[in-house]
């Protein structure tokens, strides 16, 4: 118990940290960022956006971490770890998705283009997406642990392969801004903005990942409490039956 | 013993099992037919345009007819808990795997191979001149559908809904698997027929990578 309280009192703190550095973040890109000079006050959008989408690329590097420390270690702290990590990553693919088009729409005059970027982050999310699926199919815990962790490192393994080949198949797309070629970058204000929001959306990630950890610890022992309870239950019977007999 | 030996002789039990019914054939052909022949009707087959989109159109029902019947694969071996006694014989977990995947691999391809004349009669492409250009593109488009077909077939088979669940599973992951197939066969069925390598290379680097990764997972393919 004290454990548990100890760890819940450093939880808070990192809540309420975290929450700070998201507050500071906003106010950077709103009152500190400089003005893009083109797209003026829908770039800010950025910040956001290519924050959320490289936290969600960490969420899936921790899934296929986890996923390969499953399959070697078989060690259930693992499994938990994945599926965490791929709920939140997902979360953060979602909110991806969604900011795009808010932000192509005006820049680009439509919301959505079959570029490599936007094509691999919506086959990354349907990858994700079946991950989660394929673990709610799967009832017995041991085997939604070894099927999904195999599943997951295929689905990874995958990513670079989508974008290459949509990127062959797509190339008159334009540059990517960040490491880009000649004639991109970024403002060095506008780097600091960004890399403080990265920092406080990976402080939200671990938050969320760490929260939802402890709810499938708890999920799994409630199963195990439910086995238990089904086989007194299942020996109480039987002994009714036997003293039935008896009398 | 040695796996492939084991591989093989796994590979001939699926061969014995598969040509006794012929299941995963007979559906897999007609599904790619009623494709081609449902497809017809949204756009016009017989315009100089349509050359452009039946690539793609014959590649999406080879993916689909895959998506759909390698879920038996690994399911059909519950029905009488065959794939412990698999497990206790002493093939490896990658030669039973890889075993599967060469059955797999061997009936989807006799099926495209069936559905290449249809194909090219109905949508007047010819495809004698670029055959043998065509055909590499099609074992190794297949291979790569055959063995994550199979992998997952195993990876969904104690799952519910997994008849469903097969298809949304490995078609994002094959997106690699369609652009470059759905290329290389549209540059070979182009009116001045291209042969682009770099898609052929698209579809041997994701066979290579999957292979790798089916043999490490292995175990936990065919594990209990």
Known sequence: MGRSRQSDAVRMGLAVLVGLLVIAGAYAIFFVAPMEASQREIQRIFYFHVGSAWTAGVAFLIVFIANIGYLSKRAPMWDRLAVSSAEVGLAFCTVVLITGPIWAKPVWGVAWVWDARLTTTAVLWLLYVGYLLLRSFLDDPARRAVASAAFGIFAFLDVPLVYFSIRIWRTQHPQPVIAGGEGSGLDPMMWRVFLFNWVALLGVMALLIWKRYRVEALLREVEELEVEIAWKEADAASRSVLAGQNN | ?224
């Not at chain 2, 060469?102 to 194909?119: D, G, I, K, S, Y």
């Open chain 2, 1 to 224: 013993m040695n796996s492939l030996r084991a591989a093989s002789i796994i590979l001939g039990k699926e061969l014995r099992t598969e040509f006794r019914t012929r299941e995963l054939l007979t559906t897999t052909v007609v599904f790619v037919l009623m494709v081609l022949i449902l497809f017809s009707f949204t756009f016009d087959p017989t315009a100089e345009e349509a050359r452009r989109y039946t690539p793609g159109l014959l590649w999406l029902a080879f993916l689909f007819a895959g998506s759909l019947m390698l879920f038996p694969s690994f399911a059909r071996e519950q029905v009488n808990d065959t794939l412990d006694a698999l497990r206790m014989s002493p093939a490896g977990s990658f030669a039973i795997v890889m075993g599967k995947v060469l059955a797999n691999f061997a009936f989807l391809t006799l099926a495209e191979w069936l559905m290449l004349p249809v194909f090219s009669v109905f949508y007047d492409v010819s495809v004698l001149r670029v055959l043998w250009q065509l055909l590499l593109v099609f074992a190794l488009g297949t291979f790569g559908l055959a063995l994550t077909g199979t992998a997952f077939s195993a990876v969904a088979a104690h799952a519910r809904m997994r008849e469903l669940l097969l298809p949304l599973l490995l078609l994002p992951l094959l997106t690699p698997v369609l652009i470059a197939s759905v290329e290389a066969t549209a540059g070979l069925l182009a009116r001045e027929p291209q042969f682009d390598v770099t898609w052929v290379k698209i579809l041997a680097g994701f066979d290579v990578v999957f292979l790798a990764a089916s043999y490490l997972v292995a175990d936990a393919l065919v594990e209990e």
